[in-house]
């Protein structure tokens, strides 16, 4: 039948307290859910847009705005979140002033340009410790990566699959549909030793400088080139088979596409704990002093022998 998450959780190998461990619970019940709703999207007609903008300046999708509600709800109900900052909202979500525990930047629905065909898609969470009673606004928000206490995504694809990362290592988890339960696949994840595969979205060649078409070219001459468009799917192939994914500053991106909070320093905890290494270029993304909660950053995720000093 296999350990679920919740026996993992129980059976305290993962040095981390109650209040955590329930948030990671909570992470997976709303997974769940929001799986439900994209597996019905088409009898449900919940695809397309919503005709909203966010803050982002992107057209709001129906399952963008779900899954937001679907985990603000979660985190609600769990009682130990103070405060959350989400893609799809302006400002943070102060849900618990008194008595949250942990922050939580979270990207709900990632790859939103695959919800309507069929493509992988996720939901990425970084999670900080509040720091003592500290009053929280947006500002609260605002923390290095290096200080994350864990990082958790989960991949809706052909499977539903979670990860989560703390200090104490990086486990993988599938979800059984029938129990509605997640079970360990992999209690010590590690990113192979060997790279296979790189990802980048050529389509922006032209806009790239000269050094990063030089480094792309490099990559393109050892690599395969797999290329989703859902960040969490490309990152997680390159995770379990070795590879880099590469999105870079360019031209219509001087400061690069992918947001810092919520999709770069999650990711960047989560290889850094599995020994790879996640940089903006010349800087480890997790070492960023961030600045306000959208900001866009260059993202290299992968192996450190590519990685490291790709752009020295
Ligand atoms: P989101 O749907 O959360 O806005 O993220 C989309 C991101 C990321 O998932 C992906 O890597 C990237 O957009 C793809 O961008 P391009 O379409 O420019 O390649
Ligand atoms: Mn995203
Ligand atoms: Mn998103």
């Not at 990566?145 to 694809?157: I, T």
């Amino acid at each position: 039948m296999g350990t679920t998450l919740k026996e993992f959780l129980r059976s305290s190998e993962l040095k981390i307290d109650e209040s955590l461990k329930s948030i990671i619970v909570s992470i997976a019940k709303g997974s769940v859910i929001v799986q439900s709703k994209l597996s019905r999207i088409g009898v449900d007609g919940t695809a397309g847009a919503t005709g909203a903008i966010n803050v982002q300046g992107e057209e709001v999708q129906n399952l963008d705005e779900e899954a937001n509600n679907i985990f603000i709800d979660a985190f609600k109900k769990n009682g130990k979140v103070a405060i959350v900052g989400s893609e799809e909202t302006e400002n943070g979500i102060v849900l618990n002033q008194e008595f949250g525990e942990y922050l939580i930047n979270m990207d709900p629905l990632d790859g939103s340009s695959n919800i309507d065909v069929a493509v992988s898609v996720g939901s990425i969470f970084g999670i900080w410790r509040r720091k003592d009673n500290v009053c929280l606004n947006d500002n609260s928000l605002l923390l290095k990566g290096r200080e994350q206490v864990a990082a958790v995504y989960v991949v809706y694809g052909s499977s539903t699959l979670m990860v989560v990362a703390t200090d104490s290592g990086v486990q993988s988890y599938s979800l059984d549909l029938d129990r509605k339960e997640f079970i360990i696949t992999d209690d010590n994840l590690q990113l192979p030793n060997t790279s296979k595969y790189f990802s980048v979205n050529y389509g922006n060649w032209d806009n790239f400088s000269a050094k990063t078409q030089e480094i792309i070219s490099d990559l393109q001459s050892k690599l395969s080139l797999r290329y989703i468009g859902s960040l969490i799917a490309d990152f997680h192939r390159n995770l379990l088979k070795g590879g880099v994914f590469i999105y870079p500053a360019d031209i219509k991106s001087p400061n690069g596409k992918l947001r810092l909070m919520y999709e770069a320093n999650p990711l960047a905890f989560v290889i850094q704990k599995a020994g790879g290494i996640g940089i903006s270029g010349k800087k480890n993304i997790l070492d960023i002093c961030p600045e306000s909660l959208h900001q866009r950053t260059p993202l290299i995720l992968g192996n450190t022998d590519i990685v490291e000093n790709m752009f020295e």
